[in-house]
């Protein structure tokens, strides 16, 4: 038997890494495929560890934010990674680009968004790999609703709750037309378009409001915003959310961490490098 | 059957006849390295021929429609699972080849009771250098070949040959870019046309000579009720996935 260098193969366990023994129609569905393939996503939990849906609580320490410029959509993340109050890593990257056109910025347990963000991303180049064709906007959108859902047993348990953001460019929209999307998930998996801006995390509490009033009484409209003024605008509010919010970072200028920012636009994904942070920072300061 | 040596290797050559027969008359395929990646190439009739299977890995074959796009999701649904499972970087053709493919075609064309899938397939793969360019070729009874600069698969081993030929004595320059490339891939498709369209024993002569005015021709003709089509796997492409179907328009601006 040949074990195709899967060590648990070669010891005999029920885990079919490579050999697919029989073709079967999955639909562009990579769910299926993987079950096919003996693969589980779920985590198996005794049931006493439930918590029995009493006053669960998402632990989500961290600020993600997003909002619609001239272009399409900048979205966002701190660095802060933390265990109860003290802080693990500060370089994490909460804002995962999972094709050429969508981004999901994520919040609460890192192992399942993470994995949330991997599976998604597989999802969507299984789909267009065997289907030949991309999947739809909605059908982005469902995918991810159901990976949410399927994860309800452990966010229940109040040990895996995720709360993402996904923001994605809408190819279909005429050239004139803004086509860049915001949209806003909860636990159970239903979602909603966020118009202009949409944030999560503990920190977000720190500056909906301030996103709200930008986008309704601010000089320049954050939809009517070029690259520059929202990457200010944005990096600013990161900076007050960390001013109230222990979990979330701001720019560490001795150790040169800046958040991690994307551009969301037409031409697809863009990273805004360090070194263009660092001049917005300069002008965020003023 | 498998008791009687004799009647055995009769059924398998019967099979190997009638699977060239049926192979003869498709589309060739060209593969080709250029300065900024790989390309494939050939004039389709409608149906899709060049695929992409993972990141830096497409696909292209010539066959039985139905038996292309069985294959063509094994090895698509086989590298999927292994990129997820481990790292997209775990996923080759090496593995592909030799731990899924090769043996599937073999399997299928030794059973005799069973049915044999009529396909030739060519996979490329891109390397993380240019010398690790890879594209294989495998053919209906599992019988593999790797090439590092050009390849091709054509109905059969004199059509392939004679595109072959041509390839050797035309593709002198190794550092040429996608329009070249294109030029050179329509060319070697033509030289492979002309022969499968001439009866078998013709094809195998050593004349393969054509002139440009001829395969312009072919393509003109081959252009009537069907298109071109170019797969590329690009160094320059942005995120992970390198592979791209060439538009109609950058095909045209290549022709001549």
């Known amino acids: 038997m040949n074990g195709k260098g899967n060590f648990l193969n070669r010891m005999g366990v029920e885990h079919e890494e490579f050999a697919l023994k029989e073709v079967m129609n999955h639909k562009g569905d990579f769910l299926n495929l993987l079950k096919h393939a003996n693969y589980s996503l779920k985590i198996d939990l005794p049931s006493d560890t439930a918590q029995h849906g009493v006053d669960v609580e998402i632990a989500h320490s961290t600020t993600v934010v997003a909002v619609r410029y001239a272009e399409g959509v900048m979205i966002a993340g701190d660095r802060r990674a933390t265990a109860g109050t003290s802080v693990i890593y500060d370089r994490a990257e909460k804002v995962l680009q999972i094709d050429k056109h969508s981004v999901l910025a994520i919040s609460g347990s890192p192992a399942i968004a993470y994995e949330i963000a991997r599976v998604l991303e597989h999802s969507f180049q299984y789909f267009r790999r065997s289907q030949l064709q991309e999947l739809s906007l909605e059908g982005k959108l469902r995918m991810l609703s159901r990976l949410i859902r399927d994860n309800l047993p452990m966010a229940l348990q109040g040990i895996g709750g995720v709360i993402p953001i996904f923001a994605l460019y809408d190819l279909g929209a005429a050239d004139e037309e803004n086509g860049g999307k915001i949209f806003f998930y909860d636990a159970l998996g239903a979602h909603f378009e966020n118009v202009n801006f949409a944030t999560t995390g503990s920190g977000s509490i720190w500056i909906r409001g301030v996103l709200r009033y930008l986008s309704r009484f601010g000089d320049t409209p954050l939809q009517e915003m070029d690259e520059q003024q929202a990457t200010i605008t944005i990096l600013r509010l990161l900076d007050t959310a960390s001013e109230y919010d222990a979990a979330t970072s701001g720019y560490n200028a001795r150790a040169q961490i800046f958040p991690n920012v994307k551009t969301v636009t037409r031409i697809g994904v863009e990273d805004i490098s360090d070194d263009e942070l660092e001049a917005r920072y300069a002008e965020a300061q003023s | ?256």
């Not at chain 2, 498998?2 to 009647?7: C, L, S, V």
């Not at chain 2, 109609?248 to 022709?255: D, G, N, T």
Request: net charge negative; hydrophobic share 40%; with cysteine.
């Open chain 2, 1 to 256: 059957m498998r008791d009687e040596p004799y009647r055995w290797i009769e059924a398998i050559q019967d099979r190997r006849d009638y699977i060239e027969d049926q192979l003869r008359v498709g589309s060739p395929v060209v593969g080709l390295t250029y300065n900024e990646g790989m390309v494939l190439l050939t004039i389709g009739r409608g149906q899709r021929k060049i695929f992409e299977v993972h990141d830096r890995i497409a696909l292209s074959a010539i066959g039985h429609p139905a038996d292309i796009e069985r294959l063509r999701m094994l090895v698509t649904d086989t590298a999927s699972v292994q990129g997820f499972q481990n790292a997209t970087e775990d996923v080759n053709l090496h593995r592909l080849t030799n731990f899924v493919l090769a043996h599937t075609f073999k399997q299928a064309f030794e059973s005799i009771v069973g049915e044999a899938y009529i396909i030739k397939m060519l996979l490329a793969e891109l390397g993380g250098t240019s010398e690790k360019n890879r594209f294989t070729c495998i053919n209906y009874d599992g019988n593999v070949r790797t090439d590092t600069t050009s390849t091709v698969i054509g109905g059969t081993g004199a059509i392939e040959e004679g595109m072959q030929n041509y390839l050797a004595a035309a593709s002198t320059d190794t550092d040429r870019d996608l329009t070249a490339a294109l030029q050179l891939g329509l060319e070697t498709w033509a030289v492979g046309r002309e022969l499968s369209s001439r009866e078998p024993e013709d094809a195998e002569s050593e004349d393969t000579q054509i002139d440009t005015t001829q395969m312009h021709e072919i393509i003109g003709v081959a252009r009537e009720d069907g298109e071109i089509e170019a797969g590329v796997l690009e160094i320059a492409q942005r995120g992970t996935s390198k592979f791209r179907l060439l538009a109609p328009e950058e095909i045209e601006a290549a022709l001549p």
